[in-house]
Each structure stands twice: as structure tokens, then as C-alpha cells.
């Protein structure tokens, strides 16, 4: 693996940047979507029997011990409503519109990276034929490793940036699918308690 850096020349330093960066962010992705931002379907209807009881202080409560994105929302929303609830509907948009960064944070990056990877590999191999162009002009008896030496650099600056970008894009993909999936639930769910609320 060593030599295979060493081979792909000086590019390989911000291939290699890219790899780190990737893994970092799908990791911290997976896992935040995996172990947090779900509101049980139980809860919601708790949430829900406890405003329309007109019970706001144990709705708030309620909403907070969640910690997910629904629960901010909530407590964004009943927080303002006690104040003036003829705000809500603005409040509950400028909520879900921060969670909803919190959902896509990082995946603008790593969608840098999905574009970057493949360019930093053909800037590669653009330098890779061209030491190997460099050494079909010199006539010596090192020539033909240098050719070679060429070739490969090119090759394997290529073969590393889309070994980086073709798994990156499919995880921006599935990863953006999961927050527009995220968003639309939590529209959903904000809505319901909006029409709570105005009932109330």
C-alpha cells in the first residue's frame, strides 16, 4: 500500500487528504443517523394526547427529554406559543429549517470530495504522461523505467481518486436521501401539532 503512494507521486498527498475526509464524515453520518434524530411513533402520540389535554409545560417537558430534531422543534414552537402564539408557524419553520442543517451538515463536503477525487486523479495522470512524454525525449539508458515509472503514476493517481469518489457518491446519495426522508417527516409531524395548537 506504502509503495502504491509513493508510486502515485506528489497528487496522492491531496488523494490521500480526500480518503481521510470521506471516511470521517460517512462515519459520523452513519452514525448520527443511526443512534439519534427518531422520534418513536409512541412518544409522538403521547406528545400529542398531552396538547390536546392542554397540558403545555408537560408537553415541553415531554419534548425535551426526546433530544431529537422533532423535540427541538416542539419546544421552539411551545415556547413561542406561550409568548405569542401568533408566531408559531414562523417559529416552526426557522426550527425545522436548522435541524434540517443539522441533518445535511457535512454532506456538501463530502460531495466536494465526490467531485474533487476524480479531478486531483486525472491532474495525476496528466503529470504521469507527462514524465513519460519527458522520457521518450531523453535518450538514455534509463528511458524505459522512466516511461514506466510515468505510465504507473498516471495509472494509479487515476485508479485512487475514483476508488475514493464512486463510494463517496453513492453514500452523499443514500445520506441525502435519509435527511430529505427526515425533513418531510418532521413537516409532517410539525403540522400535526400546529393544528393542536390552533385548535387550542
Known amino acids: 500500500m506504502w509503495q502504491f503512494l509513493i508510486k502515485g507521486g506528489i497528487i496522492m498527498i491531496p488523494l490521500i487528504f480526500c480518503s481521510i475526509l470521506a471516511v470521517i464524515i460517512v462515519v459520523e453520518r452513519i452514525l448520527f443517523y443511526s443512534l439519534r434524530n427518531r422520534t418513536p411513533e409512541r412518544a409522538f402520540k403521547q406528545l400529542k394526547l398531552v396538547l390536546n389535554q392542554g397540558k403545555l409545560d408537560e408537553a ?4 425535551a427529554t426526546w433530544r431529537t430534531p422533532l423535540g427541538r422543534i416542539t419546544e421552539s414552537v411551545l415556547g413561542q406559543y406561550q ?4 408566531l408559531i408557524e414562523e417559529t416552526a419553520q426557522s426550527a425545522g429549517e436548522r435541524e434540517l442543517r443539522g441533518l445535511q451538515r457535512g454532506l456538501s463536503l463530502l460531495d466536494t470530495v465526490v467531485t474533487a477525487s476524480p479531478l486531483l486523479g486525472l491532474l495525476g495522470t496528466v503529470t504521469g504522461i507527462i514524465k513519460s512524454f519527458t522520457a521518450l525525449a531523453v535518450v538514455s539508458g534509463s528511458q524505459a523505467s522512466q ?24 453514500f452523499v446519495n443514500i445520506f441525502y436521501g435519509i435527511a430529505d426522508k427526515r425533513a418531510r417527516e418532521l413537516t409532517c409531524q410539525g403540522q400535526e401539532i400546529l393544528a393542536i395548537l390552533r385548535k387550542g
Open 83 to 86: 409568548i405569542d402564539n401568533t
Open 60 to 63: 415541553k417537558y415531554l419534548a
Open 147 to 170: 516511461l514506466s515509472a510515468g505510465i504507473a503514476e498516471a495509472l494509479y493517481n487515476t485508479a485512487f481518486g475514483l476508488a475514493i469518489a464512486i463510494p463517496a457518491l453513492f
